[in-house]
């Protein structure tokens, strides 16, 4: 028994000077503790069994339960060695208190026990401990690899792009306009430098600023200065010539500006007067606010006058192809044939109502439909003109008639039916109040008086032919449905579907015209005069002639014809509305019209520059309705192609009349 236990006793001595030791070492290292506080969270961070063994566990756990829970060493601070998670061996300090029971103390003077030795259950082991383990190596690696490919993948598309933007620089310098010499921009003119064309305008300036001192000198009586201001603004005008930037400008103009700088200057020390200034510019302004109402006035009746006036080439045309239809003897063989096609009067087919004394246009028209159609064989046209252009419009569809379509050319005289007694509107035309206020012979200027009704004053409201649409049923008297179709539009789609078009029982189909508060019954019906406000609706949306399905069944049914001499009759004194087919068309065909998608005709290429290209590209007719026709010199540029893409330009007669794109 005391063999036995001696050795307890001499463990329980070893432990009692192991502890004395440490708390003699503890006490070296206490005024060190301070510097090494900031490493206290780092080895709390790494405080964890330095092995897991279960015997290890348990030992630690009786053996030095006093080192943790003792109250009056709690607050003991011990320095420790430990590796990061770089493995590197660090510096820390920690309160005893802070320590789990897990870990182990050992004394640096007693050798460190066998690694090589198996553990037992009665010995603690301390194992070597890894921080840095080959998976967390591995993912190190994986993400070295990953950035490295990235890096590879962005300067890859950093080369790319570099090619990219090289090569759209050639290719734009390749189709660079070289032509705009001079020009700082070549943008638009609302992206153009504010100080672009600078000298033009400061010439035309000066200009101005020396006329009003001129008219100051003279009144002043300082002949000589104003003599020399004048001789600088005729200078100045020379050198301004045509220029419209200051790229026309010869290079002595920059020269000029500073010699009018220097003139007006002498004028200002000698003549400045502010109030005089500004009584001279009040009257100058007055004067061009004069000129410019003068110059809208002129412009608005030329228009009107080139809109209305028929060009020589297109007279030439009709000249030629008048006289081969009488020099060839068609006239003779005409009379002879009396004999009509049965397609003339087979509703099952699709026709057409042309009304024009243009031959050309009339072509265009015609040709349009026919490349377009899906079925051309099955379209008949029903041409009808006046008595003047009969023998040019029966030749040009004798020599060029389309291929499979059937073409009918009629006079509008050969319709005796069609009088005065009959027709309202023949019996207004031919009365001396209309002509009168058509030509008005006892007024010197057209241009001053009744500007206003300038543009009702056109010879195509004297002709009949506008007004023939309102008689379709009994000029076709066998059909039961036909397209009517203006002279002045272009087909560019199969018009066939429009025959499928159910118009839920109205007489008229067309498109309307109405935005917001354009276009509607109040521009065109004279609304304070009671018999049109009772009857319609100011606000009723408005459609326009040009492309029209009339269902003649619908019509005769409803007497249209009726109604429309009814109204013609009440506006004899033009109080109802002005002149024309389309107040007359509204009011007939009010409640009665059918409104047709927006694609199937779009207007305004005959007065309106900035329509939606896109629309009329997918339009099926395009109609330039307006003054600038397409056979005008007034037409718009870019809606002119499609107009003259259809027109033949190596037909022998329209070179022999210089009729060119």
Not at 344 to 372: K, M, R
Not at 460 to 473: D, E, Q
Request: net charge neutral.
């Amino acid at each position: 028994m005391m063999m036995m236990m001696m050795p307890r006793c001499f463990v329980s001595l070893i432990q009692a000077f192991f502890l004395s030791l440490v708390l003699l070492l503890l006490h070296h290292v206490g005024g060190e503790s301070q510097a090494a506080s900031s490493h206290h969270r780092e080895l709390l961070a790494y405080r964890r069994p330095l092995q897991d063994c279960p015997g290890c566990t348990t030992t630690t756990a009786s053996s030095l339960p006093a080192l943790h829970y003792d109250p009056d060493l709690k607050d003991v601070n011990i320095v420790a060695t430990y590796s990061d998670h770089h493995g590197n061996i660090r510096l820390g300090s920690v309160k005893m208190g802070h320590l789990s029971s897990s870990w182990l103390f050992h004394n640096p003077l007693l050798p460190l026990p066998n690694n090589n030795k198996p553990p037992s259950q009665t010995e603690n082991h301390f194992p070597h401990v890894e921080f840095t383990s080959p998976a967390k190596l591995k993912r190190q690696s994986l993400r070295q690899e990953r950035r490295a490919q990235r890096t590879l993948e962005l300067i890859q598309q950093d080369k790319e792009s570099d090619k990219q933007m090289q090569e759209a620089a050639i290719h734009k310098s390749m189709t660079f306009e070289n032509s705009l010499v001079g020009k700082y921009s070549i943008w638009r003119r609302d992206f153009e430098s504010p100080n672009a064309d600078a000298i033009l305008k400061l010439m035309r300036d000066q200009i101005i600023m020396a006329k009003a001192y001129a008219h100051i000198a003279k009144s002043k009586n300082a002949s000589n200065l104003y003599l020399f201001l004048m001789q600088q603004s005729r200078e100045n005008q020379r050198v301004l010539g045509k220029a419209t930037s200051d790229a026309d400008l010869p290079s002595r103009a920059l020269e000029q500006a500073k010699a009018m700088g220097h003139a007006l200057s002498l004028a200002k020390d000698e003549l400045y007067d502010c109030h005089e200034l500004a009584k001279k510019f009040r009257a100058m302004l007055q004067s061009t606010e004069r000129n410019v109402d003068g110059l809208k006035k002129k412009g608005t009746f030329l228009i009107q006058l080139a809109a209305k006036t028929f060009p020589q080439p297109l007279h030439c045309l009709s000249l030629q192809l008048a006289a081969d239809y009488f020099l060839l003897g068609f006239n003779e063989e005409e009379e002879d044939v009396v004999k009509k096609d049965a397609k003339f009067e087979d509703p099952s087919l699709y026709h057409y109502a042309i009304f024009s004394d243009n031959v050309l246009a009339t072509s265009v028209v015609v040709n349009s439909t026919v490349l377009n159609a899906k079925q051309p064989e099955k379209h008949v046209f029903h041409i009808v003109t006046d008595k003047l252009n009969f023998a040019a419009m029966k030749m040009w569809f004798r020599v060029n008639a389309p291929a499979d379509a059937t073409i009918q050319v009629e006079n509008i005289n050969d319709f005796k039916w069609l009088n005065s007694s009959y027709c309202s509107v023949l019996r207004q035309l031919e009365s001396a109040r209309l002509k009168e206020y058509y030509f008005k012979a006892n007024h010197p200027s057209s241009i001053s008086a009744g500007a206003d009704n300038l543009k009702y004053r056109n010879p195509k409201y004297l002709s009949m032919l506008n007004h023939l649409r309102f008689y379709l049923p009994e000029v076709y008297p066998k059909l039961d449905k036909i397209l009517f179709l203006d002279d002045d539009i272009v087909v560019q789609k199969d018009l066939a579907p429009l025959w499928e078009v159910d118009m839920q029982g109205k007489v008229n189909g067309a498109v309307e015209t109405c935005k917001e508060s354009f276009h509607r019954f109040d521009k065109y019906l004279n609304f304070s005069n009671p018999k049109i406000s009772e009857n319609f609706d100011a606000g009723a949306c408005g459609w326009a002639f040009g492309m029209n399905m009339f269902d003649l069944r619908e019509w005769r049914k409803r007497n249209i014809t009726g109604i429309y001499h009814y109204w013609q009759d009440m506006n004899e004194d033009r109080t109802l509305w002005k002149l024309g087919s389309l107040p007359p068309g509204l009011i007939t065909f009010y409640n009665l019209t059918y409104a047709m998608e927006r694609s199937w005709h779009v207007l305004g290429l005959g007065y309106d520059p900035a329509l939606n290209q896109t629309a009329i590209e997918n339009a099926a007719v395009v109609h330039y309705n307006g003054n600038y026709k397409p056979w005008l010199g007034l037409a718009f540029a870019k809606y002119k192609p499609y107009w003259s893409k259809y027109v033949e330009y190596d037909n022998p007669y329209l070179r022999l009349c210089n009729i060119n794109e």
